[in-house]
């Protein structure tokens, strides 16, 4: 896991074409796909759960799942030429369970989707319990209209789930790269792509909660989420990822971004050197200077909630809070 500690400390202002709304972000996730094959540091081939789901009609192959040329490629493929709703195809899918989950944030990822009847590409994040509902779905774009995006939250009872979604017309998305982002907030969710507004929802609250994994994937053959294969539908066919990357709000107010209601609060801050925790517990904590190096840590189930950085110089520090293995809360901290 060397990597992800270095990717998560990277300050925003050194990232070309980053876009979160407004300033006071840090980076906590990122794979630009520069490598010669899935950072499996970061990424698990298929669904958090497994290769297979039990309502659509692709095979996860590892083989499908292609890093080269900068891009992560999905590979979708018919190998008996076959069509119909059975399980006739093959595709590739990826995700970040166990790997990368975080609680709020910003999330975008860059990508160029298939066209064609019988595709369903997807960036979407859920629990990494497994837990569902709830789910976000940053982007759904069917192929047999490429040129219409969905941006849905699910959440509720899995006997009584509720949907909370919109579909917009626009570019038609498997022509060239577009960034697919999506801001989650404990009291609202906002969908962005290429850096402008596309949809706003306040039903979150208790609704969407908790630390959730990242999935891009391909659904095959489903009739009534891009339609039924058939003779024309193209195969191969390419879901192409050029990045992806995370965000986790600092508290530096700027711009359009505004402070959550944090659920672990640190004081004094700015302080002579003892920072306490209070709210909800944290299992771990680490401390970055300006230089992104890692200059404290500490496990405080163990050790209590206060910090004690009286043997750091004076400056400003960022602190990472964890839940489980997860990131849930990045904060600046000011040592007088």
């Known amino acids: 896991m060397k990597l992800f500690i270095v990717l998560l400390v990277l300050p925003v202002n050194t990232m070309l074409m980053a876009t979160p709304p407004g300033n006071g972000w840090q980076l906590?996730?990122?794979?630009?796909?520069?490598?010669?094959?899935?950072?499996?540091?970061?990424?698990?081939?298929?669904?958090g759960w497994g290769l297979n789901t039990d309502w659509t009609?692709?095979?996860?192959?590892?083989?499908?799942?292609?890093?080269?040329?900068?891009l992560c490629r999905l590979v979708i493929t018919n190998p008996d030429n076959l069509t119909g709703t059975q399980k006739y195809y093959h595709a590739g899918?990826?995700?970040?369970?166990?790997?990368?989950?975080?609680?709020?944030?910003?999330?975008?990822?860059?990508?160029?989707?298939?066209?064609?009847?019988?595709f369903c590409s997807a960036f979407w994040a859920k629990p990494n319990t497994e837990q569902w509902p709830p789910e976000i779905d940053f982007v759904e774009i069917l192929g047999n209209e490429p040129n219409r995006s969905y941006h849905t939250t699910h959440y509720g009872q899995v006997t009584d789930v509720q949907h909370d979604g919109d579909n917009f017309k626009g570019n038609d998305y498997s022509q060239d790269f577009h960034t697919f982002?999506?801001?989650?907030?404990?009291?609202?969710?906002v969908w962005?792509?290429?850096?402008?507004?596309?949809?706003?929802?306040?039903t979150v609250g208790d609704n969407i909660k908790g630390l959730f994994y990242l999935m891009i994937s391909v659904h095959v053959g489903v009739p009534y989420w891009g339609g039924e294969v058939t003779k024309d539908t193209p195969f191969p066919s390419y879901l192409d990822i050029d990045?992806?990357?995370?965000?986790?709000?600092?508290?530096?107010?700027?711009?359009?971004?505004?402070?959550?209601?944090?659920?672990?609060?640190?004081s004094p801050n700015p302080s002579n050197g003892v920072f306490v925790l209070s709210g909800q517990q944290a299992n771990k904590v680490e401390v970055y200077n300006s230089t992104s190096q890692l200059v404290y840590a500490q496990d405080i189930l163990k050790t209590g909630n206060q910090l004690n950085l009286g043997d750091l110089p004076s400056g400003l520090y960022i602190l990472n809070i964890y839940r489980g293995n997860g990131l849930v809360q990045a904060e600046k901290l000011l040592k007088n």
């Open 93 to 118: 899918t990826i995700n970040t369970k166990g790997k990368f989950y975080q609680e709020y944030g910003y999330f975008e990822a860059r990508m160029k989707v298939p066209a064609g009847s019988g």
């Open 243 to 266: 990045w992806v990357r995370a965000y986790a709000y600092t508290g530096i107010t700027t711009g359009s971004s505004k402070p959550l209601n944090k659920p672990t609060q640190i």
């Open 192 to 202: 962005y792509i290429d850096s402008s507004e596309i949809r706003r929802t306040s």
């Open 28 to 47: 906590t996730f990122e794979d630009n796909f520069d490598s010669t094959g899935l950072n499996t540091s970061l990424w698990g081939i298929g669904y």
């Open 181 to 189: 982002g999506c801001l989650w907030e404990e009291d609202q969710v």
């Open 57 to 70: 009609y692709e095979y996860i192959k590892q083989q499908n799942v292609l890093v080269q040329d900068g």
